[in-house]
C-alpha cells in the first residue's frame, strides 16, 4: 500500500514525507502572493484535493469556483490524479515548503544533501506516491 510521498532528485530517493496528506506552499517571485495545494495519495497517485491562493496576477489567478475564505481564494481543481508533481530548485525564488502533520520544510533541506555542495538550481524534484518504510 502506497502511503507516502517520496521525493527523488535525477532516479534517486532523497526524502520521505511520511503522510498520506501534504501542502506544497510557494509564493510567486514578482507578485509576492503566496500559493498552496493540498495532495492525498491515493489509488497509486496524488490527487490534488484543495489549492488556495492569497490574491490574484501574473498567473496565480484563483479557480472558477474559488471562495474566498479568511484572506484566502479556496477551490478544489477538477484535474486527473498524477503520477508525480515537479518542482525546481532556484536561489532566485524563496522556495517550496512541504507541510504534513502539523510540520513544515523546505524543499530544499528535504532534498539537499547533508554534507557537501548544495544541489545546483534549475534541479528538477519529482514528487510521488511511495511506501514509507516502518518506523
Not at 13 to 38: D, G, M, N, Q, Y
Not at 71 to 81: E, H, L, Q
Not at 95 to 121: E, F, I, K, M
Request: charged share 20%.
Amino acid at each position: 500500500m502506497l502511503n507516502a510521498a517520496c521525493l527523488f532528485v535525477a532516479g534517486a530517493l532523497r526524502a520521505t514525507i511520511p503522510a498520506t496528506e501534504f501542502t506544497v506552499a510557494w509564493t510567486h517571485s514578482v507578485v509576492r502572493t503566496r500559493w498552496e495545494e493540498r495532495y492525498r495519495v491515493e489509488d497509486g497517485a496524488l490527487r490534488l484535493v484543495v489549492a488556495r491562493v492569497q490574491g490574484s496576477g501574473a498567473g496565480m489567478e484563483p479557480g472558477a469556483d474559488a471562495v474566498l475564505r479568511d484572506g484566502w481564494w479556496t477551490w478544489t481543481p477538477r484535474i486527473a490524479p498524477l503520477r508525480e508533481v515537479r518542482l525546481t530548485l532556484s536561489s532566485y525564488t524563496q522556495g517550496y515548503d512541504l507541510c504534513w502533520r502539523d510540520r513544515c520544510q523546505t524543499l530544499r533541506s528535504l532534498v539537499g544533501p547533508p554534507a557537501g555542495p548544495a544541489l545546483a538550481d534549475g534541479t528538477s524534484v519529482e514528487l510521488r506516491a511511495c511506501r514509507s518504510k516502518p518506523p
